[in-house]
């Protein structure tokens, strides 16, 4: 028999060992799954609060499950470790590593690098490799496969390696990391075969096989940049809509009335997460190696970037004219600094953004949470206020609703008791009393 096809077979019988490394937002829920579709699977981190955690059976994402979490462990289908010389003993493995900017906005993958030099320092015949981290189109190619052949081994003979792009949405009720569609894209078509039928036998789904790990890589950038420049593009109405006086949440529920040609994209305080506001930088790095810029995009981040500055003005503005008072020694709470409703990541949220250039203008700001106790930023921790109360409410000047809860907030409470109260997400909409109200 061929490599190929022992491990078709592998995979059929669930004979393959499979590693995840990293166990964040993406890797912890996907270790899951596979250790659930009948894989033994490792999981490996460099924090060992988080391989405790897992061995511990105690989940800290809140789309896993601590119960299957414990069932696994308990198992012994899923088990974590820091030791990354256990990557030896896969036969499949994910790199589900983060991809931040640095301090230029350019692309840090150095996470990545990290673990393609663990991998290949054990890399072995027949092994498959899935990078799923966002990245610039090339980097499966130009990046990890040279590091991975330093090791002697040949791709496309000896290992095989694809892209397949993470697509978690975090809090979303609906789609998970099991039922949504993924795409593979693998070098040579042994490859792609081969890591997308480890995916098929773990996901509901059919795999969408794309011809090159850079197809597939293009596709996840041109998802959120997409949603990127539809943002700002209704960021932008919603600023010219108050200019002059039509409410832009009607407008939106108007335009959605047509069954084709439109969907609907709500504004907002700015963009937050991981995957919006950073993967067109991405894009826009490997787009200026070739002198070519995207201009929609670099308009659409500047909307969405000045967003927190519009919002404070519009909170400035309505201090003024209700009570004749300025942001200066005014006193603000904050609803919400999670980057969006009911999850616990405030990663890039335009919320601290918000609290940033309050504090700049001498308010003094508090934030409640329901879904996050404390926050570090800039080398400050940041703690919620332990209770909604109606004390707590009425003893600021404003405010302000920068992420909607589903049902930790009573927004009638918090109108009922506020002085003037800013909704930037139009979480009031359903209340009959809007006179204390200003929508963004």
């Known amino acids: 028999m ?68 414990r069932m696994l462990v308990e198992k012994g289908m899923l088990a974590a470790t820091t030791d990354f010389s256990e990557i030896g003993k896969v036969d499949f493995v994910v790199i589900c590593t983060p991809t931040p900017l640095d301090a230029h906005r350019q692309p840090d993958i150095s996470y990545v690098e990290s673990a393609v030099k663990s991998i290949a320092e054990q890399l072995h015949e027949g092994m498959m490799v899935s990078l799923e981290s966002t990245t610039y189109p090339g980097t499966t190619e130009e990046l990890v496969k040279p590091i991975l052949e330093s090791s002697g ?34 070098l040579g078509t042994d490859a792609c075969e081969l890591i997308s039928a480890m995916y098929e036998a773990v996901l509901e789904n059919k795999v969408f096989r794309a011809s090159s790990p850079a197809v597939a890589e293009m596709s996840k950038i041109l998802e959120n940049s997409y949603r990127n420049v539809n943002i700002g593009l ?38 937050g997460g991981h995957c919006i506001p950073v993967d067109p930088c991405y894009l826009n790095y490997k787009a200026s190696t070739y002198d070519f810029r995207f201009l929609t995009i670099e308009a659409s981040m500047e909307v969405n970037d000045r967003m927190p500055e519009y919002c ?80 707590l409410i009425q003893s600021v000047d404003a405010v302000v609703i920068t992420t909607p809860t589903h049902s930790d907030v009573d927004y009638e409470f918090v109108r009922r008791h506020a002085k003037a109260l800013f909704d930037t997400r139009n979480a009031t909409k359903e209340l009959a009393d809007k006179s204390n109200i200003e929508l963004l």
């Open 2 to 69: 061929t490599i190929r096809e022992i491990l078709l077979k592998k995979i059929a019988n669930r004979e393959i060992v499979a590693g995840v490394i990293g166990l964040g937002y993406v890797g912890l829920p996907l270790a899951v799954e596979v250790a659930k579709a009948g894989f033994r699977t490792i999981g490996f981190d460099i924090k060992k609060e988080k391989v405790d955690s897992v061995n511990q059976g105690l989940s800290y994402i809140g789309d896993v499950a601590g119960s299957d979490l």
């Open 153 to 186: 081994l040949k791709c496309g003979e000896d290992f095989y390696l694809g892209f397949s792009p993470e697509r978690v949405d975090p809090g979303n009720a609906v789609y998970n990391t099991k039922n949504i569609p993924k795409v593979v894209g693998g």
């Open 234 to 271: 209704i960021n932008e109405f919603a600023i010219f809509c108050n200019k002059i006086g039509i409410d832009i949440w009607e407008v939106i529920e108007a335009a959605k009335t047509k069954p084709f040609g439109f969907a609907p994209f709500y504004p907002g305080p700015g963009v």
């Open 312 to 391: 404070v003005k519009r909170i400035g503005d309505m201090l003024n004219r209700r009570f004749r008072k300025s942001l200066n020694g005014s006193k603000i709470l904050i609803l919400g600094v999670a980057y969006k409703q009911d999850i616990d990541d405030c990663r890039e949220s335009p919320a601290i953004h918000i609290i940033d250039a309050l504090r700049a203008e001498g308010a003094d700001t508090k934030f409640f949470d329901p879904n996050i106790s404390r926050f570090l930023h800039h080398g400050k921790v940041y703690e919620s206020e332990k209770e909604l109360t109606a004390g």
